[in-house]
C-alpha cells in the first residue's frame, strides 16, 4: 500500500508536503465571502422593508414575525460564513 503524496514526508526537513489549494478552491473561498459581504449591506434594516422587498421579488407576502425572523436567520447566516471564510484563510497564513 503506497502513502498518499500529501503524507509524504520531504527528504530535506522531514515535514510532510502541503499542498496549495487549487485556484478554483481560492476563488469559491474568496467568492463566498464576497456574496456575504453583499447580503450583509444590501439587507433591508427593518424587517417591513424586507417583507416588502420578498412580496415584490417572488409575489410571496410575508408576517411582520415571520419577516424578523428571517431577517435574523440571514444576518446569522452570513456573518457565520464570513467568520468561517476568514478562518480558513488564516489558518492558510499561520502554517
Given amino acids: 500500500m503506497?502513502?498518499?503524496s500529501c503524507c509524504r514526508r520531504s527528504e530535506s526537513n522531514g515535514t510532510p508536503?502541503?499542498?496549495q489549494p487549487?485556484?478554483?478552491r481560492r476563488a469559491a473561498e474568496i467568492a463566498g465571502?464576497?456574496?456575504?459581504?453583499?447580503a450583509l449591506i444590501a439587507m433591508p434594516k427593518c424587517?417591513?422593508?424586507?417583507?416588502a422587498y420578498?412580496?415584490?421579488w417572488?409575489?410571496?407576502g410575508l408576517s411582520l414575525a415571520a419577516a424578523t425572523f428571517l431577517r435574523s436567520?440571514?444576518?446569522?447566516?452570513?456573518?457565520a460564513s464570513l467568520v468561517y471564510v476568514t478562518f480558513g484563510i488564516l489558518r492558510r497564513f499561520v502554517r
Fill in 2 to 4: 503506497t502513502c498518499r
Fill in 17 to 19: 508536503h502541503r499542498r
Fill in 22 to 24: 487549487s485556484p478554483k
Fill in 33 to 38: 465571502g464576497v456574496a456575504s459581504s453583499i
Fill in 47 to 51: 424587517p417591513a422593508c424586507l417583507a
Fill in 54 to 56: 420578498v412580496a415584490l
Fill in 58 to 60: 417572488t409575489g410571496l
Fill in 73 to 79: 436567520s440571514l444576518l446569522i447566516m452570513c456573518v
